[in-house]
């Protein structure tokens, strides 16, 4: 017999005692350690949660829960409430937490072999449905709210399954049967590899059918929306670029002199390359090893004196810290990253695989940094190669490159400041807001 589960969360306000009109946001995300959640994907739900704020609505949320926040836990809720005003500035009712249950009975093959018959049936769909997912969202989509944004596919495809859905913004991000053709490849097994080209035709009609429920689906990038919109064979409306942005910085003044540590030295910078990420996250786990093993001994025989810094959460899936080559320095999750930026003098993205556009780069240019990425790590973003950043196509190109920035300042200065210049016209997160939160209020009001 399987183990009882605790009810899922959700707060009881009666619906008469919230009289104002309401925005239902869905995300698998945990929303309880938010003064920590500096990855790209917690980035972009902050700017399009504001833009639902903007909207005049009042907003509810559903989440997963967390480490400080489980489920059994009654005052969880109102503790990712807390979070959510302290750290991101918004009121919010918390109406959920939701959690995921894995099936131990079913053999694993067996639900990834179902899985490829539909996604809904596959082993993360299968543990939403057995964790209480479903009830979650059917009793918040009770408190008739009159927009819903559901963020990623399986928030969508979970929603899509209840009744009662209203008009809908689909924040889909990356297009995940593109990131998933991309990695097909990578698999450990020829299983593994088998079953990722299994699984494809199941995850493309379950991003069509996401699509075509949407009134809205939201992408980064153009060439994105251009390819959904084909794909899905909707009208080219329905699918809207909303690019990542982040909060403009203050612009520094230059340090006297070009003091040490600072961005940039008047004489020459830093010899310090520097990654940004979460590295749990396969591709950028997945880069920067392929960046140690096949990049770095080239910068070393070039710049014996450089080094290289990983900074961000799960240093582990990098590698043994003790173990790596010399120069390289495994920060973890760093609470004062401005000052490792200020010590960077180049900012590297070697990304070999995934999809959508990295918040990682669009926070190292409104800092000015120069940025050396690989061709798909700058994708969707619109730098042009030699302009606002250099695009390498092998490792040899990737360390040429940071060498060449390292030893001539005012280039690396330069391409700093175009990068500067291209992020603050096109990436300012409350110019974004607004603009989505616009197209929301307009078709509110016209039903």
């Not at 964790?131 to 399986?154: C, F, I, S, T």
């Not at 990436?427 to 307009?442: T, V």
């Amino acid at each position: 017999m399987s183990t009882p589960r605790p009810m899922p969360s959700l707060d009881c306000t009666p619906l008469n005692q919230v009289a104002q009109r309401r925005c239902l946001i869905v995300t698998g995300l945990p929303l309880d350690a938010l003064q920590t959640s500096r990855h790209g994907i917690y980035q972009r739900l902050r700017m399009l949660v504001t833009a639902m704020a903007r909207t005049g609505l009042a907003l509810d949320v559903v989440c997963a829960e967390g480490s400080h926040a489980p489920v059994s836990d009654p005052q969880a809720l109102a503790r990712v409430a807390e979070g959510i005003r302290e750290h991101w500035g918004l009121e919010a009712r918390v109406l959920g937490l939701t959690r995921s249950v894995k099936d131990t009975r079913t053999p694993y093959i067996v639900q990834q072999l179902m899985g490829c018959v539909s996604q809904r049936w596959s082993p993360v769909m299968r543990a939403a449905v057995a964790g209480g997912q479903l009830e979650v969202m059917q009793r918040a989509l009770d408190e008739k709210p009159v927009l819903v944004l559901a963020h990623r596919l399986r928030s969508m495809a979970l929603l899509s399954a209840c009744e009662g859905l209203p008009t809908t913004v689909f924040d889909m991000d990356d297009i995940e049967h593109v990131v998933h053709q991309r990695r097909m490849g990578l698999g450990q097994s020829t299983r593994e590899r088998w079953l990722a080209r299994a699984e494809l035709p199941a995850l493309a009609r379950l991003e069509r059918q996401a699509v075509r429920q949407a009134w809205k689906t939201l992408v980064c990038a153009r060439d994105d929306a251009r390819l959904l919109a084909d794909f899905c064979g909707v009208k080219a409306e329905r699918v809207t670029v909303v690019p990542n942005g982040l909060p403009l910085p203050k612009q520094a003044s230059p340090a006297p002199g070009g003091a040490a540590g600072s961005p940039a030295s008047a004489s020459r910078p830093a010899p310090i390359l520097l990654m940004v990420g979460i590295y749990s996250y396969e591709p950028n786990g997945e880069g920067a090893r392929h960046f140690i093993e096949h990049t770095w001994p080239l910068i070393r025989q070039a710049r014996p004196d450089a080094q290289v810094w990983f900074a961000g959460a799960s240093p582990e899936a990098i590698g043994d810290a003790s173990r790596v080559p010399k120069g390289v320095r495994l920060l973890g999750f760093v609470d004062d990253i401005e000052a490792v930026y200020a010590q960077a003098g180049v900012v590297i993205c070697p990304i070999l695989t995934g999809g959508g556009t990295r918040v990682k780069l669009i926070e190292a240019a409104l800092r000015g940094k120069p940025i050396v990425s690989t061709t798909l790590g700058a994708e969707g973003l619109g730098f042009t190669n030699g302009q606002e950043a250099l695009l390498c196509g092998t490792p040899t190109e990737m360390a040429q490159a940071c060498v060449d920035l390292l030893a001539t300042p005012r280039k690396a200065e330069a391409l700093g400041e175009a990068a500067r210049a291209f992020a603050r016209t096109h990436y300012d997160r409350d110019r974004i807001a607004e603009a989505l939160a616009a197209q929301c209020r307009q078709k509110l009001a016209t039903g």
